[in-house]
């Protein structure tokens, strides 16, 4: 079974470009996470899917972030315009679906890494 | 979520037992206990979880104290390939409409360095 994957793996963009990263969470799993790494600073979440519906959102930092799951499959996390603080890894993880009592566990993919000139 | 407390960084001797401690003194009752992992610069790789029994699995054992307060991975024969950044984290269950809120809160972890 293929695990979470990101693409690209990398990427350089200057500052006031537009760069769109891509999630494809593993196959079955309803739930969808975004979490970045800003240098020198902890794993933040930014925010959640249940299929097609933002779920949480609350880690999103601000207005220039746009996520989308359209149909419920992969996600894609927009940064428009890009700033200099945009700069880190973005990690995406998915899960199964949750039902009351039980949790899934997370699965992470190798992450994109966003360098903002 | 519960905060954690671990270590900065720790040593262990490749084939020895890496006992990684973690304290969460605040954990309530739904609350689990989960580790990951983060090898260089790889997504991180989850480990182990558990409630309060003790568990383990083909990569590592999780004790957890009776009164939920602190807890060890427990990587039994380490290898250079553990070399890697170890997060204990707190999560929860919290529902709203029926459905799970699941973030993972990661703190500052444990650098775990594994010497020949």
């Known amino acids: 079974e293929a695990g979470v994957t990101q693409f690209p793996s990398h990427s350089v963009i200057e500052k006031g470009q537009t760069v769109t990263l891509r999630c494809d969470p593993i196959?079955?799993?309803?739930?969808l996470y975004w979490y970045r790494r800003v240098m020198g600073k902890e794993i933040k979440f930014l925010l959640h899917?249940?299929?097609?519906?933002?779920?949480?959102e609350s880690g999103m930092p601000n207005n220039r972030f746009l996520a989308e799951r359209t149909g419920g499959t992969y996600s894609t996390l927009k940064v428009q315009p890009a700033e200099l603080e945009d700069s880190g890894v973005y990690f995406c993880?998915?899960?199964?679906?949750?039902?009351?009592?039980?949790?899934?566990?997370?699965?992470f993919g190798p992450g994109t890494r966003l360098l903002v000139l | 979520d519960a905060k954690t407390t671990q270590p900065p960084s720790m040593d262990c001797a490749e084939g020895r037992a890496a006992n990684l401690p973690c304290n969460h003194s605040?954990?309530?009752?739904?609350?689990?206990v989960y580790w990951y992992r983060q090898i260089h610069s790889q997504g991180p790789q989850y480990i182990i979880h558990g409630l309060k029994n003790n568990e383990t699995n083909e990569m590592a054992s999780l004790i957890i104290t009776e009164d939920r307060k602190s807890s060890t991975l427990i990587l039994p024969h380490a290898t250079l390939r553990d070399t890697a950044v170890y997060y204990c984290i707190v999560r929860g269950l919290t529902f709203a409409g029926g459905t799970s809120y699941g973030k993972l809160t990661f703190g500052q972890g444990t650098i775990l360095t594994v010497h020949p």
């Open positions: 993880a998915s899960s199964q679906e949750e039902q009351a009592g039980v949790m899934k566990t997370q699965y």
């Open positions: 605040t954990i309530s009752g739904n609350e689990y």
């Open positions: 899917f249940v299929k097609e519906s933002k779920q949480d």
């Open positions: 196959s079955g799993h309803d739930n």
